[in-house]
T-cell receptor, first 114, second 112 residues
Framework: AQSVTQLGSHVSVSEGALVLLRCNYS??????LFWYVQYPNQGLQLLLK??????LVKGINGFEAEFKKSETSFHLTKPSAHMSDAAEYFC????????????FGKGTTLSVSS | NAGVTQTPKFQVLKTGQSMTLQCAQD?????MSWYRQDPGMGLRLIHY???????DQGEVPNGYNVSRSTTEDFPLRLLSAAPSQTSVYFC???????????FGPGTRLTVT
């Protein structure tokens, strides 16, 4: 079984500051990990994914995440926040077998102030 | 490709009414799923399907039925709506062996 814990339901940063959104996972099999973003009143868009290749994964809009097996973590970072990054971010995990369900964390709302 | 489409976008139901949320995809994806999104709860899996004729329950299946008669369509049925089913519902699909999931735009359902 898989599960995800996102630490911090709300993160606030200033424009230009580092963004760090935390995600820890639990999985009984090698995991595949994802970050999705949801802008207000919209659907979910994939930011990046880890599927057992490079542990440092680069995504869209300058975001990246590092898979750390020893820490069971997959934290999302961006060196410099932009106002347009304000959104809700979801970490998700699945097993690596065909047909495995994708399980989401509860989400972190990112606010960016000028 | 239209991707994953959902209808309707908005719906208001009275307690006890039934309805079907429609979901279709044109990407020939074997795997389809339904989630509900509630504030502070993230997305919770309701039902999923790995192919036509095969469905299984997710985390919160009670009060919902699904069927998968074709690869393209995966409707979600509420047999007797309850206020606790007020939520935003997302349908998603992917290839079984490719784990990137594509989401529809969502259906916002209110049960009064």
């Amino acid at each position: 079984a898989q599960s995800v814990t996102q630490l911090g339901s709300h993160v606030s940063v200033s424009e230009g500051a580092l963004v760090l959104l935390r995600c820890n996972y639990s999985s009984s099999v090698p995991p595949y990990l994802f970050w999705y973003v949801q802008y207000p009143n919209q659907g979910l868009q994939l930011l990046l994914k880890y599927t057992s290749a490079a542990t440092l994964v680069k995504g869209i809009n300058g975001f990246e995440a590092e898979f750390k097996k020893s820490e069971t973590s997959f934290h999302l970072t961006k060196p410099s926040a932009h106002m347009s990054d304000a959104a809700e971010y979801f970490c998700a995990v699945s097993g690596n077998q065909a047909g495995t369900a994708l399980i989401f964390g509860k989400g972190t709302t990112l606010s960016v102030s000028s | 490709n239209a991707g994953v489409t959902q209808t309707p976008k908005f719906q208001v139901l009275k307690t006890g009414q039934s309805m079907t949320l429609q979901c279709a995809q044109d990407m020939n994806h074997e795997y389809m799923s339904w989630y509900r999104q509630d504030p502070g709860m993230g997305l919770r899996l309701i039902h999923y399907s790995v192919g036509a004729g095969i469905t299984d329950q997710g985390e919160v299946p009670n009060g919902y039925n699904v069927s998968r008669s074709t690869t393209e369509d995966f409707p979600l049925r509420l047999l007797s709506a309850a206020p606790s089913q007020t939520s935003v519902y997302f349908c998603a699909s992917r290839k079984t062996t490719v784990f990137e999931q594509y989401f529809g735009p969502g259906t916002r359902l209110t049960v009064t």
